[in-house]
Nanobody
Framework: VQLQASGGGLVQAGGSLRLSCAAS????????MGWFRQAPGKEREFVAA????????KYKDSVRGRFTISRDNAKNTVYLQMNSLKPEDTAVYYC?????????????????WGQGTQVTVSS
C-alpha cells in the first residue's frame, strides 16, 4: 500500500491542524493505521493508531485529549486532528499501515510508511 501524508504547516501554540493520509494500492480497510512523529535528534515515536473498523484507538499520553485519530475507509484516508498544539508537538509526522489485527504503538511493527509532513508549532 502507498501512503501520502499531507496537512502539515506552521501554526501558533494553541492552534489546530488536521493531517490526512491517503492510501492506495491495496484494501485500506485491511490495515491498522498509525501516526508517528520524529523531532530533530530524536527517535521516531508513536502518536496515535486506529483499528481497521475504528473500534479501537490508542494515543500517546501527552496527546490524549488534544489529538483525535479517525479514518474513512470509503475514502481510503486516515486523519489526525490536532488541537491545542504545543511547541513540543513540532516534528515530522508520518502515517503508517500495519496488517495486524492488534493495534500496536511500536514503529517496527508497521509495514508501510508515508513520506512525512512537517508540523511546526511556534510559541
Amino acid at each position: 500500500v502507498q501512503l501520502q501524508a499531507s496537512g502539515g504547516g506552521l501554526v501558533q501554540a494553541g492552534g489546530s491542524l488536521r493531517l490526512s493520509c491517503a492510501a492506495s494500492g491495496r484494501t485500506f480497510s485491511a490495515y491498522t493505521m498509525g501516526w508517528f512523529r520524529q523531532a530533530p535528534g530524536k527517535e521516531r515515536e508513536f502518536v496515535a493508531a486506529i483499528s481497521r473498523g475504528s473500534l479501537t484507538t490508542k494515543y500517546k499520553d501527552s496527546v490524549r485529549g488534544r489529538f483525535t485519530i479517525s479514518r474513512d475507509n470509503a475514502k481510503n484516508t486516515v486523519y489526525l486532528q490536532m488541537n491545542s498544539l504545543k511547541p513540543e508537538d513540532t516534528a515530522v509526522y508520518y502515517c503508517a499501515a500495519d496488517n495486524s489485527v492488534v493495534v500496536f504503538n511500536i514503529p517496527l511493527v508497521y509495514d508501510y510508511w508515508g513520506q512525512g509532513t512537517q508540523v511546526t508549532v511556534s510559541s
